[in-house]
């Protein structure tokens, strides 16, 4: 497993800069604002421009993976088909191809006449990305490629990301909404097990630099196989008093039992992996969410980085379950290899029945 940690933090920093070349770049940012218009955005598109956004990073990071470790092919998963309909009804598969020129070619297929578009994306596309981060370089693993799968989450909270709000003001250091929730996730599990052992979240909007006016990311990744815990992070100190981040839709019952708990500590934010990320930063303590609402591609990773902090991710209905017939044990943590039967679609992903994710086991119970 030599390099898997750094293949995965580089596959997230090439996705990065193409998230913030779209909004850079004229070409790029005005079909992005296209998709902001409602009625008035450009018709010219049978598919939203966000979601070849979305698919290209996917398939950015199907593709670097799997060229360096061949074991992965195959099991690489993502949110998005990657096929579209192109203006003469022409099916187009979204690929990475051997030359930029060719997959100028390919993009543009979707994207015409917006040559210039294609070629920017083409280019970041082919571009090597150079990682000079020895602590990521110098973790080594015994797991094998060939017994991991991979879930990625190309943006998560892509909504933030097309309306790309810079003047949310964080409460207590959770941004409510805004562009700063937009996320690139991509985390590892045991192709047997279904537990998640390894996960990168990458914040493409960090922070924007006053003099240049561009973007800055950060990342963020934890190793939890075995015996084995490591992160870029260390375990933020737990409160005396909860605090409990949470979706804006979820529903009165729980705010009220939650009420005397956190009394007004209560924080809602955007994107499953943005809520997930304040606990595993310390600004909230849980995040819990009673929907099924999330997916296998919003978990994943950040369940590795809290499993490597001594926390987890636990499905919500499973542990209430449990507690009601009088089971104390660990309550069930999601796992990532079983789709759900009956269903068909992203609905085989789901995390049915909710979550609840946390760093310290007190605040879980």
């Known amino acids: 497993m030599a390099g898997l940690l750094p293949a995965l933090v580089g596959a997230s920093e090439k996705a990065a800069q193409i998230a913030r070349l779209c909004r850079r770049e004229e070409p790029l940012f005005q079909l992005l604002v296209a998709e902001k218009t409602g009625s008035d955005r450009n018709r010219r598109f049978l598919q939203d421009f966000k979601t070849l956004a979305d698919v290209l990073i996917q398939?950015?990071?199907?593709?670097?993976?799997?060229?360096?470790?061949?074991?992965?092919?195959?099991?690489?998963?993502?949110?998005?088909?990657?096929?579209f309909k192109n203006g003469q009804g022409e099916t187009v598969?979204?690929?990475?191809?051997?030359?930029?020129?060719?997959?100028?070619a390919l993009l543009l297929s979707v994207l015409e006449p917006e040559r210039a578009a294609a070629e920017l994306l083409a280019a970041a596309v082919h571009q090597d990305v150079t990682l000079e981060d020895t602590e990521v370089t110098k973790?080594?693993?015994?797991?094998?490629?060939?017994?991991?799968?991979?879930?990625?989450?190309?943006?998560?909270?892509?909504?933030?990301?097309?309306?790309?709000?810079?003047?949310?003001?964080p409460i207590d250091g959770i941004a409510p909404a805004g562009l700063c929730s937009a996320l690139v996730l991509i985390g590892a599990y045991d192709r047997h097990t279904g537990c998640p052992v390894l996960g990168v979240i990458n914040e493409p909007f960090f922070h924007r630099d006053p003099l240049t006016r561009r973007w800055q990311g950060r990342y963020h990744w934890?190793?939890?196989?075995?015996?084995?815990?490591?992160?870029?992070?260390?375990?933020?100190?737990?409160?005396?008093?909860?605090?409990?981040?949470?979706?804006?839709?979820?529903?009165?019952?729980?705010?009220?039992?939650?009420?005397?708990?956190?009394?007004?500590?209560?924080?809602?934010?955007?994107?499953?992996?943005?809520?997930?990320?304040?606990?595993?930063?310390?600004?909230?303590?849980?995040?819990?969410?009673s929907e099924s609402s999330t997916f296998a591609w919003d978990a994943c990773a950040p369940h590795a980085i809290l499993r490597a902090l001594g926390g987890g991710t636990v499905a919500l209905a499973g542990a209430l379950r449990a507690r009601r017939v009088g089971d104390t044990g660990p309550p069930p943590e999601l796992v990532y290899n079983r789709p759900a039967e009956g269903v068909t679609g992203a609905e085989r992903w789901a995390n049915r029945g909710g979550l609840v994710a946390y760093v310290h086991p007190q605040h879980l119970e």
């Open 93 to 104: 598969a979204v690929r990475v191809c051997a030359t930029p020129g060719d997959t100028a």
């Open 222 to 289: 934890g190793v939890a196989y075995g015996d084995t815990r490591l992160s870029s992070l260390s375990p933020p100190p737990p409160r005396p008093v909860s605090c409990v981040v949470l979706s804006r839709a979820e529903g009165d019952p729980v705010r009220v039992a939650l009420g005397p708990l956190c009394g007004d500590r209560l924080r809602f934010a955007a994107g499953a992996g943005y809520k997930m990320l304040c606990v595993i930063l310390g600004l909230a303590d849980a995040f819990v969410l």
């Open 139 to 169: 973790v080594t693993l015994s797991i094998p490629p060939k017994d991991l799968a991979i879930w990625i989450d190309p943006i998560d909270s892509t909504n933030e990301y097309i309306g790309g709000r810079e003047d949310v003001v």
């Open 59 to 83: 398939e950015v990071i199907k593709h670097d993976l799997g060229k360096e470790f061949p074991e992965l092919q195959g099991h690489i998963h993502g949110e998005e088909s990657n096929e």
